[in-house]
C-alpha cells in the first residue's frame, strides 16, 4: 500500500504543475486580448478626430464657396510658414474683415466667429464646458495670391505619435508637444473669376 499511495502524491503534484502553467498560459492570451482592445479603442477615438476635422474642414470650404464675394475675408492665416494666426483652441481674438459688400463681410465674420466656437468644441458639452470632438483642435486657412488657390487647414493633437505631417501642412505647427502627435486634414479651394 504505500507504493501506491507514493505514486498518487506523485501524480497530484504533477497535475498540479500543470494547472499553474495552464493558469499562466491563459493569463499571457487575457493580457494579450487586453491590450490589443486598448489599441482598437485607441485606433477609433484617431478614427472619430478624424471624421470629426473633415467635417470641420468641409464645413469651412462650403462657407467660402457661399460667400464667394468676401472669400478674402477668410483668408486669416497670413504666416504660412508658422501657420498663424489660427482659429479654434487657443486662438487669440477673431480677425475682423471689411471687404466686399457690408452683408458679404458681416457673413464671413460670423462664419469665421462660429467655425472658430466649433473648433473649440462649442458643438459639445460636458456642463458647462465645451469638449468638442478634437483635441486641441485648431483652423487655418490661407491664400496663396500667385495660384489663386485658398487651403482650409484642420489641426489637432493625435493620441499616439505616427510622422509629422508634410507637404507644407503648418496648421498648428509647435502646438501640440511631440509633432508625431499632431494631424492634419486639408483642402484646396480655387473660386473662378467669371469676368
Known amino acids: 500500500m504505500r507504493r501506491s499511495s507514493r505514486h498518487r502524491f506523485r501524480q497530484g503534484g504533477f497535475g498540479l504543475i500543470e494547472t499553474f502553467v495552464t493558469l499562466i498560459v491563459l493569463l499571457v492570451g487575457l493580457l494579450g486580448l487586453v491590450g490589443l482592445l486598448l ?3 485607441r485606433a477609433e477615438a484617431e478614427t472619430y478626430q478624424r471624421a470629426q476635422a473633415l467635417i ?3 464645413d469651412m470650404v462650403d462657407r467660402i464657396n457661399a460667400n464667394r464675394t468676401a472669400a478674402g475675408c477668410y483668408a486669416i492665416t497670413t504666416d504660412t510658414t508658422n501657420g498663424v ?3 479654434g483652441s487657443g486662438a487669440g481674438t ?3 474683415c471689411s471687404l466686399g459688400t457690408t452683408q458679404a463681410y458681416t457673413l464671413a465674420n460670423s462664419d469665421l466667429a462660429a467655425w472658430s466656437g466649433l473648433l473649440a468644441g462649442a458643438a459639445e458639452t460636458k456642463g458647462a464646458n465645451s469638449v468638442g470632438a478634437m483635441i486641441g483642435a485648431r483652423g487655418c486657412v490661407s491664400f496663396n495670391a500667385v495660384s489663386g488657390v485658398y487651403m482650409v ?4 493633437q493625435g493620441k499616439t505619435p505616427t510622422t509629422a505631417p508634410a507637404g507644407g501642412l503648418t496648421c498648428g505647427a509647435g502646438l501640440y508637444g ?3 502627435e499632431r494631424r492634419v ?3 484646396t ?4 473669376n467669371l469676368n
Open 189 to 192: 479651394l480655387q473660386i473662378a
Open 39 to 41: 489599441a482598437t479603442q
Open 185 to 187: 486634414v486639408s483642402a
Open 153 to 156: 487647414s484642420v489641426a489637432w
Open 178 to 180: 511631440n509633432e508625431n
Open 56 to 58: 470641420l474642414m468641409q
Open 94 to 96: 477673431i480677425p475682423s
Open 85 to 87: 494666426p489660427y482659429l
